[in-house]
């Protein structure tokens, strides 16, 4: 399996304007996350997925943020308008079952560098 | 709700030195403990991870037992390499599917091994 695949690794945009960052788990796993990390707040959850469901939303920082996942291969972060302080790495991440003995496999992650 | 704490980095050590990176957490419940490492430039892998009291995880020279009588999942090696220097994530699964599905991190550690 090739893993999580997130795309883009590096944007760089200007302050207002629309971002979105795409992720593909590994198949056949459940449970899709996104995480945000900062120097100042380390690394946040922003909402997770169950069967393409959103489960926990409770971490997306304010309206401008939103997530979908369309289908089970497939899921996006959108970010607008973007500011300055959006600035940071958005790592997907997948799972096969909730227990705690399901290991989270991360993507490499997608720089956001809003200007 | 969950939590983890990790001692404050950075740490410097030696090639061959013995390495301890603190870390306890605060859960209901039966939680799974996770180290994750994050080398420069990259997403996060899963390093090693113990599922119940008195599990000891290991991977790579590395070991952390799960201490339930004192909350503790503690990173050790006996000797660490320069090719060791990353950033060290502990983090917790809850217990009970639903919103503990979620993995809660500490603020990570960063250890830097010099020649």
């Known amino acids: 399996d090739a893993g999580v695949i997130q795309s883009p690794r590096h944007e760089v945009t200007e302050m207002g304007q629309e971002v979105t960052l795409r992720c593909k788990p590994i198949?056949?796993?459940?449970?899709l996350f996104w995480y945000r990390q900062t120097m100042m707040r380390g690394l946040e959850l922003l909402i997770y997925?169950?069967?393409?469901?959103?489960?926990?939303d409770s971490g997306m920082p304010e309206d401008r943020f939103s997530a979908k996942m369309p289908n089970a291969s497939f899921s996006t972060l959108k970010i607008q308008p973007s500011e300055p302080r959006d600035s940071a790495v958005y790592f997907c991440?997948?799972?096969?079952?909730?227990?705690?003995?399901?290991?989270?496999?991360f993507g490499a992650g997608s720089r956001l560098t809003v200007l | 709700g969950d939590s983890v704490t990790q001692m404050e980095g950075p740490v410097t050590l030696s090639e061959e030195a013995f390495l301890t990176i603190n870390c306890t957490y605060t859960?209901?419940?039966?939680?799974?403990l996770f180290w994750y490492v994050q080398y420069p430039g990259e997403g996060l892998q899963l390093l090693l991870k113990?599922?119940?009291a008195d599990d000891k995880g290991s991977n790579k020279g590395f070991e952390a037992t799960y201490r339930k009588e004192t909350t503790s999942f503690h990173l050790e090696k006996g000797s660490v390499q320069v090719s060791d220097s990353a950033v060290y994530f502990c983090?917790?699964?809850?217990w009970g599917g639903g919103t503990a599905s979620k993995l809660t991190f500490g603020t990570g550690t960063r250890l830097q091994v010099t020649l």
């Open positions: 991440a997948s799972s096969l079952g909730s227990s705690g003995a399901n290991v989270l496999t």
């Open positions: 198949s056949g796993h459940d449970y």
């Open positions: 997925f169950n069967n393409n469901v959103p489960i926990d």
């Open positions: 859960a209901t419940g039966y939680p799974s």
């Open positions: 113990a599922t119940k």
């Open positions: 983090a917790l699964r809850g």
